[in-house]
């Protein structure tokens, strides 16, 4: 499956999660709720993937925490904020950047509408 494929089954699952919960909920229940739906599609999904990094000479060994990791390739930071912020996409493109991956989504559960909540983040993105 192409990552926009995985990326389309995302979509498709938070903004039927979406209309079924509404917004308001933490993002932890959002984040479980996403995960098993994607789990019954046939994907494999890792939720709160610790990420070592290594910095001027010294290891931290789970510096962060990854909300979603969808077939090793997509990260999904999960927010149920009022609005989005620069912030939080800056946070997604360094965990892309750090990991090395392609493609993130920023998944805010708390937007009037699904559509309004998500933003895709591409780094060095070349299609399958």
Request: proline share 0%; hydrophobic share 45%; glycine share 4%.
């Given at each position: 499956m192409s990552i926009d494929e995985i990326s389309s089954a995302v979509i498709e699952e938070s903004i039927g999660i979406h209309r079924e919960l509404g917004p308001g909920?933490?993002?932890?229940?959002y984040e479980t709720v996403l995960a098993g739906r994607l789990e019954k599609r046939g994907l494999l999904v890792q939720r709160q993937v610790p990420v070592p990094i290594e910095f001027d000479g010294h290891?931290?060994?789970a510096a962060f925490k990854i909300d979603i990791l969808v077939d090793e390739r997509l990260i999904l930071e999960i927010k149920s904020v009022e609005q989005l912020s620069k912030a939080h996409a800056?946070?997604?493109?360094?965990?892309?950047?750090?990991?090395?991956?392609p493609v993130g989504l920023l998944l805010n559960f708390s937007a009037a509408t699904m559509r309004d909540g998500i933003r895709r983040m591409v780094n060095n993105y070349r299609p399958d």
């Open positions: 909920l933490f993002e932890s229940i290891a931290f060994g800056k946070q997604l493109l360094t965990y892309l950047r750090l990991t090395q991956q």
